[in-house]
């Protein structure tokens, strides 16, 4: 699964977060709370993610409702062993460093100690 352009992956955040088929005017009221988006534009990054799979297009008359197909977890997961194998070499300690050079709080860092300690990573 390749990684989706920063564009396309605002969209798919709000399908996910939405959690629920959505129509347009849904992304819009999301994305207008960060930054205005042209009809067109929004309507070009649906078409892209329905041609790559992410999400599926059912067209009731004028209007259409889009359903995400790959769920987060999965997109996350993949894009997070790509990282780790192409980025960091596999190399743990490059992933460690990488973690803590990444402005990660003291706090986050200590959630991550937590969840690796208790075996949910």
């Known amino acids: ?16 977060d939405l959690n629920r088929p959505v129509d347009r005017k849904d992304i819009e009221e999301q994305l207008y709370k960060k930054h205005r988006i042209a009809v067109t534009t ?16 059912e067209k009731n008359g004028k209007r259409s409702k889009y ?3 790959v769920e987060k977890k999965d997109y996350l997961s993949e894009q997070g062993s790509i990282f780790f194998k ?8 490059v ?11 003291k706090e986050e860092i200590e959630e991550l100690r937590r969840l690796l300690e208790e075996g949910n990573l």
């Open 1 to 16: 699964m390749k990684r989706l352009p920063d564009s396309e992956l605002e969209v798919m955040q709000i399908i996910w």
């Open 42 to 57: 929004l309507l070009t990054l649906l078409s892209r993610l329905a041609e790559r799979g992410f999400i599926s297009i």
């Open 67 to 69: 359903t995400a197909l």
């Open 86 to 93: 192409d980025l960091c070499s596999g190399d743990v300690g």
């Open 95 to 105: 992933l460690a460093n990488a973690l803590c050079d990444s402005k990660l709080t």
